[in-house]
């Protein structure tokens, strides 16, 4: 199947800071990609959905001036947590469409967020 | 609104058969999808259902209703290692094939 990479895996910031998080497709290409969040023991919360070269399209509730998505390539999407707060504390994980399936997503393995 | 409800938590021994269900209520469909997610993992794709009646993978399979907004799991000879979070997922909001996902049911398999 589908590799998908996540870096980091966890960070530990103060509140105020940016967080930046890389999710790479390291096996095929994708156009379209997904980021979740979520909080121990419950589901996975979509946050937005990109495509390559053009805006990130979020879901009602999910700051767009917060949670900065780039999708810079078709291998390459960043999530930048700006002015983190400890209820941001999470568990953000990606995901990818191929294009061989409309419907299977391949996901990362996440990155533990907490912020102090 | 859109929900898609799982039972929490469900036990079993090795070797048997368990069901999870999922029913849900969205505002699109285009289909039902499964994942299992262990605990710090990633989740990864299990089956999907486009249409009514069952579908067979191995010792899973997934069976869906579209008239009765519902769909079940049927994990089979169950072993330690498929002690998991199993989320059911509609895929079903324009073009973009996005996933709304289930509550998650925490499958305790025990010796």
């Known amino acids: 199947g589908a590799v998908v990479s996540q870096h980091p895996s966890r960070v530990i910031c103060k509140s105020g800071t940016s967080v930046k998080i890389e999710c790479r497709s390291l096996?095929?290409?994708?156009?379209?990609m997904f980021w979740y969040r979520q909080f121990p023991k419950q589901s996975l919360m979509l946050m937005a959905t990109s495509n390559e070269g053009s805006k990130a399209t979020y879901e009602q509730g999910v700051e767009k001036d917060k949670f900065l998505i780039n999708h810079a390539s078709l291998t390459l999407s960043t999530l930048t947590v700006t002015s983190a707060h400890p209820e941001d504390s999470s568990f953000y994980i990606c995901?990818?469409?191929?294009?061989?399936?409309?419907?299977?997503?391949?996901f990362g393995p996440g990155t533990r967020l907490t912020v102090t | 609104g859109q929900s898609l409800e799982q039972p929490s938590e469900v036990t079993a021994v090795e070797g048997a058969i368990v069901q999870i269900n999922c029913t849900y209520q969205t505002s699109g469909f285009y289909g039902l999808s499964w994942y299992q997610q262990h605990d710090g993992g990633a989740p990864t794709f299990l089956s999907y259902n486009a249409l009514d009646g069952l579908e067979e993978t191995g010792r899973f399979s997934s069976f869906l209703s579209r008239s009765d907004s519902y769909g079940y799991l049927l994990l089979q000879e169950l072993q330690m290692k498929d002690s998991a979070s199993y989320f059911c997922a509609v895929s079903g909001s324009g073009a973009t094939n996005k996933l709304i996902f289930g509550t998650g049911t925490l499958l305790a398999v025990q010796p």
């Open positions: 096996d095929f290409q994708a156009t379209t």
């Open positions: 995901s990818f469409l191929t294009g061989e399936s409309s419907y299977e997503q391949y």
